[in-house]
């Protein structure tokens, strides 16, 4: 193992990155697996992803507004069509949030199929680039990580169909930029399925404190051992959330026993 390796000038702003990506995605994911749509990180998400390919394409700055523009826009296009679909066919709708996400992927592939260095585009948007983040990246991120808590604390109950689907969309636009679509999916629902045994702050605590020890650990780890980080952080979380279920179910289970 390599302790050299443990850089906090290229650890700290990677656990960072996890950490605003969990500020909107714990309680989202909550939502998430109450209304049964599971899924929706990954297909809004990968239409994200193709905003920017799109944008990268046509020549704008990696790292400009008017491609974080394009990559929101998309989104916003992804959220309306799930509104439009979950009115018009509500019992199929996790299905066509899958399908879409099979779309997305799919013209995504296509965009970059001209590209000489398409796969590793690919590679980056689906495992991300975590270790390499920017202070301006980080910085936008806190600033709209902190208007989506907001518009949540303050609108959840008047939010709507389109108002949910639309703050989920910029919250997954940035933080797909920063860690990538799998790690988006995993902050969004190892930690919200992991604790669903337990109610109300009890369970946003232990969520964020699942979250935050798989991040911090899995890039610790993925460090050591010189392994991808993005990977090592999702198999981090999925084995403290196993674990963090097995307790709460026990605790429940013992709750529950008559006197």
């Known amino acids: 193992m390599n302790t050299a390796a443990l850089d906090p000038a290229i650890l700290l702003p990677a656990l960072l990155a996890g950490l605003l990506v969990l500020a909107t995605h714990v309680p989202l994911g909550a939502q998430v697996l109450a209304r049964g749509i599971v899924f929706i990180d990954l297909a809004i998400a990968q239409i994200a992803g193709i ?3 799109a944008a990268e394409t046509a020549g704008l700055e990696a790292e400009g507004w008017t491609l974080q523009c394009a990559a929101a826009g998309a989104a916003l296009l992804g959220a309306w069509l799930l509104t439009w679909t979950e009115r018009r066919w509500p019992d199929v709708q996790e299905a066509l949030i899958g399908v879409l996400f099979v779309l997305a992927a799919c013209t995504g592939i296509l965009l970059l199929a001209g590209n000489p260095h398409g796969g590793e585009h690919l590679k980056d948007l689906l495992v991300g680039q975590i270790l390499w983040v920017s202070p301006a990246q980080l910085l936008a991120t806190a600033v709209l990580t902190a208007l989506v808590l907001l518009a949540w604390r303050t609108l959840a109950a008047r939010l709507g169909r389109f108002g949910f689907y639309a703050l989920f969309a910029l919250a997954v636009t940035a933080s797909v930029q920063l860690v990538g679509v799998y790690l ?8 919200a399925l992991a604790t669903r045994q337990l109610n109300g702050r009890a369970r946003l605590i232990a ?4 979250g935050a020890l798989a991040y911090a650990g899995g890039l610790a780890m993925s460090a050591l051992a010189d392994l991808p980080s993005g990977a090592v952080i999702v198999l981090s979380m999925a084995l403290l959330g196993l674990l963090a279920a097995t307790l709460s179910g026990r605790t429940k289970a013992t709750q529950d026993m008559p006197a």
């Open 207 to 210: 969520a964020y404190l699942l």
């Open 51 to 53: 905003g920017v390919i």
């Open 184 to 191: 988006v999916f995993s902050s969004l629902i190892i930690p």
